[in-house]
């Protein structure tokens, strides 16, 4: 829900509640129109592009992050969150408990301690290396960044989404396998790192076992999709490609809904209708087929 959106429905229930207390005489944001939201276009993958994608990614140290992103959906936050108890190889399934999120800070504050830091380095660079100003700017410049450093987000550990989002998928062998060779990098990357490895028990993590940055994995995907010939999409793309290509294989609304961890099968069906005409087409198709026999 767009934060303009959200806003209003939050202040329209409160009001609501307000009125009812009797402690104003209307619901003002009642009677105002919600804001026009413009849905973004979905951009998945076709199933040739994301079979490259996950071949080409086999030998990364993201590629299981990436199989699962495509075969199963998962949030980029939730596969972040997965941990090796949630996972069982053998039995092919994993359970979605937690998910990983980066919180916290002044948005606002940072982005203008940016545009100034940015300002300081540019008349820093302009002084001279024997300028008595050369030492004030450097002082200023370290004021900034001391200041952006106590608005540092956090990144923590959450619940899922909403109670459905907590759920338990059946993965694909393509995923079995991503999986399996991921597990046995990891533990050469433990082996490795020694005394210095941070046991968190997660599935994906950096070199050194601590919970890997959604933004740094952002920064590792786009070179993945270049090198691969693959377009340029969002790693949230990959979810969309996963409920694509289910429903254009057939399978039902519902069980895309439970996999995708979706509250409702229509916030499932209403954002990828796209895909929906030519199931039709099919389901003629078929139906022309029963009755013609």
Known sequence: MPPTTYAR???RAALGQARKWRLVADNVAA????????T???????????????????????GALVSVGTAVGLRLGEALGLRWQDV????????????????????????????ERRSLLARLKATTKRSPERKVRREELEAVRKRWRELRTTVHFVEP???????????????????????????????????????????FTTAEGTPLDA????????????????????????RHTAATLLLSQG???????????????????????????ALRLEAAAKLDAVFSG
């Open 215 to 238: 933004r740094n994995v952002t920064r590792e995907f786009q070179p993945m999709l270049k090198a691969a010939g693959v377009p340029r999409v969002r790693f949230h793309d990959l």
């Open 31 to 38: 009677l105002v129109d919600p804001p026009r939201h413009r």
């Open 9 to 11: 429905t939050v202040l």
């Open 88 to 115: 069982e190889l053998d039995a092919g399934v994993l359970s979605v408990r937690q998910a990983l999120e980066r919180s916290g800070g002044d948005g606002a504050a940072r982005r203008a301690l940016v545009i």
């Open 161 to 203: 989404k909403s109670a459905r989002s907590r759920r338990t998928i059946r993965l694909p062998q393509v995923v079995i396998g991503a999986l399996k060779a991921h597990r046995t990098r990891q533990l050469e990357e433990r082996l490795a790192a020694g005394g210095g490895w941070a046991d968190s028990g997660l599935v």
């Open 251 to 277: 399978v039902d609304p519902r069980t895309i809904m439970e996999t995708l961890g979706h509250s409702q099968i229509s916030l499932t069906l209403n954002t990828y209708s796209h895909v929906l005409p």
């Open 40 to 62: 973004k276009e979905i951009q998945p993958l076709t199933p040739e592009q994301a079979r490259t994608l996950i071949q080409h990614a086999k030998e990364h140290r993201l």
